[in-house]
């Protein structure tokens, strides 16, 4: 089983940045690929960035430019940087495997507003 705990979430204003990380149990992390979702208020959870074992990355469109994806391996830790945040960017975020398979952990909020 693996379970997820994400962090660094919190409020900022349009143009911000924010960096979330998410620390996953489990001895074999590195095989996974590894994303990162998002639930907005009245929306289906959509996956907005991807990270595979080996490091290769693909984001959502509405993201891409702004967002990156990085791992640590060693620390079993997936992090999102990201930057020009825009009010649409508001929701909870959370990490899982890619695709997802385990139970979701209880996500981080982002809150971008003036």
């Known amino acids: 089983q693996v379970q997820f705990v994400e962090s660094g979430g919190g409020l900022v204003q349009p143009g911000g940045s924010l960096r979330l990380s998410c620390a996953a149990s489990?001895?074999?992390?590195?095989?996974?690929?590894m994303g990162w979702y998002r639930q907005a208020p009245g929306k289906q959870r959509e996956v907005v960035a991807i990270i595979g074992s080996t490091g290769i990355t693909n984001y959502a469109d509405s993201v891409k430019g702004r967002f990156t994806i990085s791992r640590d391996n060693a620390k079993n830790t997936v992090y999102l940087q990201m930057n020009s945040l825009k009010p649409e960017d508001t929701a909870v975020y959370y990490c899982s495997t890619h695709p997802s398979t385990y139970s979701w952990g209880q996500g981080t909020q982002v809150t971008v507003s003036s």
């Open positions: 489990g001895r074999i992390f590195s095989i996974y690929a």
